[in-house]
């Protein structure tokens, strides 16, 4: 038999025992392996391969996606979803079918489809689909037909997917906040946390970790969590987590932010994480991913599907959810009063409106990333709790539009690389109204002194920042703490442009992959 699975068995060490103590040999200690011998095993004792697939897919355990075939009857797929993991596309062809995880890989080949739901499983031959819940009970199934290019219809009016996503980011922020805030009462709630009050009082620190745009979040996120919940919190990149041999115990969280949910660098960490007996936790978007499923607790990004392989609505949405996160420790701690957290949580109100009014500066942007296109390089400052939004701008324009962009935190400058500044080294600092905005004013005059372009991101009205820099990126007045969700729109769009005017691939940027599973 050969098996096609995506998802994790989760009771797979018990059946792996029964099935050892049989006799069985295993080639690997993956969980996949356990659902083929499963299946062999029900065919041994007399099962035809339709029942042995239904008995093997009620004995896992966990959300999966399993398809499976035969030497004996090669022409049949039986394909099964079981509980909320990724999707099982049918397509109908002309004397031929097909089985796939999502539209776009059959479109070419059919717009007829169906789509397998939780606890079914599909026969599928050339000549026929025949679809029963796990029970045995046939279902006549709703057959769809796609009547436009799923793909192109994907983006919309717009001309990427990376456009599309930076536009999507109003919703995705809201629909990040749906059904965790109680506004009347000004409370959090993120039940898939499992969070209680006896746990919140035991953390006694929290390690972040991630990769990439990831970690810039969880860089975000440390001084939310330090800020309002008073605990220690560490920042360390995945592909570091797993080697620094970290201090964790039973009241350390370690806390993966992750889009995929499936960065191997990330997972390692989780491993180690879980190895050392630490509380896993994970902010992630795939349903149903790894990271997901591995962890004692997570907060779904809830954006939706992101298809531009540069990071946009799965940046800003893990802000605001480790703002939230922040406030349900700090309120169990009893490390804010009612005061506090009520003015904490109505702030939250304001980000879906005050992203949006950055989505209507993309005109002006555009014109500034004209004046940007040839540059060979960018340096991007900030400080504070914004120094991670100059991280993240820069890698935003490395990744798509292959200029060499360094992110720094603005006071480190004088102790060297002040030295890059001067008329054809462009500087992008970060200068909104937060605690840091007096010392980004001194940031800009001298990088103007030694002769360097500089493109501020500045809070409408600051006469200061207009009279000194030589472009600026108007963004709308925001919370310092939830500045940042705002601070990082313009960067996209101004990375997006660049890009674009390059004539660059800006969903698929050379050298990238959207999630990167490999170490
Ligand atoms: C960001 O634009 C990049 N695509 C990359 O840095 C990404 O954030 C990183 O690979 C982590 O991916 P994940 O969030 O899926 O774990």
């Known amino acids: 038999m050969v098996v096609v699975h995506n998802g994790i068995v989760e009771n797979f060490l018990e059946l792996k025992d029964e099935l050892t103590s049989e006799g069985i040999v295993f080639n690997s200690d993956t969980d996949t392996e356990t659902i083929v011998h499963l299946a062999e095993n029900h065919k041994a004792s007399g099962a035809g391969f339709e029942e042995a697939a239904r008995r093997t897919f009620n004995q896992i355990e966990g959300a999966n996606v399993v398809l499976l075939m035969s030497i004996e009857e090669p022409d049949k797929i039986i394909a099964a979803r079981i509980g909320n993991a990724g999707g099982v596309v049918l397509g109908i062809g002309e004397n031929e079918n097909y089985l796939a995880s999502d539209i776009p890989a059959i479109l070419e080949h059919t717009r007829k489809v169906i789509f397998l739901e939780s606890r079914q499983m599909a026969v599928v031959t050339r000549d026929g689909i025949r679809i029963e819940t796990l029970d045995g009970q046939v279902v006549q199934p709703e057959i769809h037909t796609i009547s436009f290019d799923a793909v192109s219809a994907e983006k919309g009016e717009y001309r990427h997917f990376m456009q599309k996503e930076i536009h999507e980011q109003v919703r995705a922020l809201t629909d990040t906040l749906a059904g965790r805030i109680d506004f009347k009462e000004g409370r959090i709630r993120l039940p898939e946390l499992k969070l209680t009050p006896e746990l919140a009082k035991r953390i006694q620190r929290i390690y972040i970790t991630a990769c990439g745009t990831a970690a810039y979040a969880g860089m975000v996120g440390k001084y939310l969590i ?6 220690p919190v560490e920042v360390v990149i995945g592909s570091e987590f797993r080697y620094s041999d970290p201090i964790v115990d039973e009241n350390t969280v370690v806390l993966a932010i992750s889009q995929s949910g499936e960065t191997a660098d990330t997972l390692a960490a989780m491993e180690e994480g879980r190895r050392k007996g630490g509380i896993l936790w994970s902010i992630v978007n795939a349903i149903g991913s790894q990271a997901m499923r591995i962890a004692d607790g997570y907060i779904a990004m809830q954006t939706g599907p992101e298809i531009g392989v540069a990071s946009t609505k799965a940046f800003t949405a893990p802000l605001v959810d480790q703002y939230m ?4 420790l700090a309120n169990m701690r009893g490390a804010i009063d009612e005061k506090t957290r009520r003015e904490l949580v109505a702030d939250l109100r304001l ?3 005050l992203a949006g009014r950055v ?14 296109k040839d540059i060979r390089g960018c340096l991007y400052l900030g400080r504070g709790i914004n120094m991670p939004i100059a991280y993240e701008g820069a890698l935003k324009l490395k990744e798509i539009s292959y200029i060499h962009a360094e992110g720094y935190p603005a006071g480190e400058m004088k102790h060297g690389p002040i030295a890059l500044i001067d008329e054809e080294m462009p500087v992008l600092c970060l200068a909104p109204k937060d605690p840091w905005h007096e010392k980004m004013i001194s940031q800009i005059q001298q990088a103007k002194a030694r002769g360097g372009t500089v493109i501020a991101v500045a809070t409408e009205g600051d006469e200061l920042v207009k009279g000194m820099a030589d472009h600026v990126l108007w963004i709308p007045e925001a919370p ?3 500045s940042p969700v705002v601070t990082v729109l313009p960067l996209q769009m101004l990375a997006y442009h660049i890009a674009t005017i390059r004539g660059l691939d800006v969903d698929q940027p050379r050298n990238l992959a959207k999630s990167v599973t490999v170490e």
């Open 226 to 231: 330090e800020k309002i919940a008073r605990i």
């Open 351 to 353: 980000v879906p409106d």
């Open 325 to 328: 996160l922040a406030i349900l």
């Open 359 to 372: 989505m209507d500066t993309e005109a002006e942007i555009e014109k500034v990333a004209h004046t940007l």
């Open 480 to 482: 310092w703490m939830l």
